[in-house]
C-alpha cells in the first residue's frame, strides 16, 4: 500500500519527514525493507519490551511531539487503524496543525473524527488497476441527507448553495467523506448523478465557471 499511500499524501503536501515504526528485529516485517529504501523512509526501531505493551505508539506520539514543538511542520499524516491515536490527533490540531489520517475501514469512528480528513485504504486499493472500480466500503455518509443538511447551512434563500461551500461543510462534518466511496474522482462529477439535485453553472467576471446546487 506505501506507493498509493503516498501518492495520496503528495496530494496535501511534501512529505518532509517520514518514519515507519516497528521492532524491525522481528520476522514480519522483514518485506518492509525494500520499501523503506525505495521510498526513502526512515525505520525508527522500538524493541517490544513487555509483551502487551504498545511500546512503538508510545515512541510514535513522542516523535510526533517533538516534530510538533519544533515547528518545523505544517500538518501530519498518521497512517494506523488504531483508536489510540486519537488524542495525539485532537492534540495536534488543537495546536493549528492539520491532520490527515489514513487507515482501513475498522478504525474505530473516534480517531476517523479527530482527523481533518480521513482516507480509507479500501479507496486507494481500488485506485490500482488490479482492483479498478468502487471500494468496497460499508459504512459510508449517506450522501442525501449530506446534501440536504450541507444545503441547509450554506443556501441563500433561493435554495441554491455554491458546491464548494457544499464540499467543504460535507468534509468538515464527515472526515471520512470521499467522492471515490461513491465511484466518482470529482465532486462535481457526483452531484451531477443525484437525482435530486439540480446543477446549474456561473461564470463570473474572469471567466472561470462555479457549480451551484440545489435540492428539486
Known amino acids: 500500500m506505501i506507493k ?8 496535501f503536501g511534501i512529505a518532509t519527514v517520514k518514519r515507519a515504526y516497528g521492532d524491525w528485529t522481528t520476522q514480519n516485517l522483514v518485506g518492509w525493507k525494500d520499501q523503506l529504501h525505495r ?9 517490544a519490551y513487555t509483551k502487551s505493551k504498545n511500546s512503538t505508539d508510545a515512541s510514535l506520539i ?4 517533538d516534530l510538533l514543538y519544533a515547528g518545523n ?8 487503524s488504531d483508536s489510540d491515536f486519537t488524542r495525539l490527533a485532537t492534540r495536534m490540531r488543537e495546536a493549528g496543525k492539520l491532520v490527515y489520517g489514513l487507515g482501513e475501514q475498522k478504525t474505530p469512528e473516534a480517531f476517523r473524527a479527530a482527523c481533518d480528513r480521513f482516507v480509507y485504504f479500501e479507496v486507494l486499493r ?3 488497476p ?3 472500480g468502487r471500494p468496497t466500503v460499508d459504512d459510508i455518509p449517506d450522501l442525501k441527507e449530506a446534501f440536504t443538511q450541507a444545503l441547509a447551512a450554506t443556501s441563500r434563500d433561493s435554495g441554491w448553495g455554491a458546491l464548494s461551500a457544499v464540499g467543504s461543510y460535507i468534509a468538515k462534518n464527515n472526515p471520512a467523506f470521499d467522492t471515490r466511496l461513491y465511484g466518482c474522482t470529482k465532486l462535481s462529477e457526483l452531484v451531477r448523478k443525484q437525482s435530486y439535485l439540480e446543477v446549474k453553472e456561473n ?6 465557471t462555479h457549480l ?4 428539486k
Open 62 to 65: 513522542i516523535d510526533a511531539m
Open 212 to 215: 451551484a446546487i440545489r435540492l
Open 73 to 80: 511542520v505544517d500538518g501530519f499524516c498518521l497512517v494506523s
Open 126 to 128: 481500488s485506485a490500482s
Open 203 to 208: 461564470t463570473d467576471v474572469s471567466g472561470f
Open 130 to 132: 488490479a482492483t479498478e
Open 39 to 47: 521510498y526513502a523512509i526512515q525505520p525508527i526501531q522500538q524493541f
Open 4 to 11: 498509493p499511500l503516498l501518492e495520496e499524501i503528495a496530494k
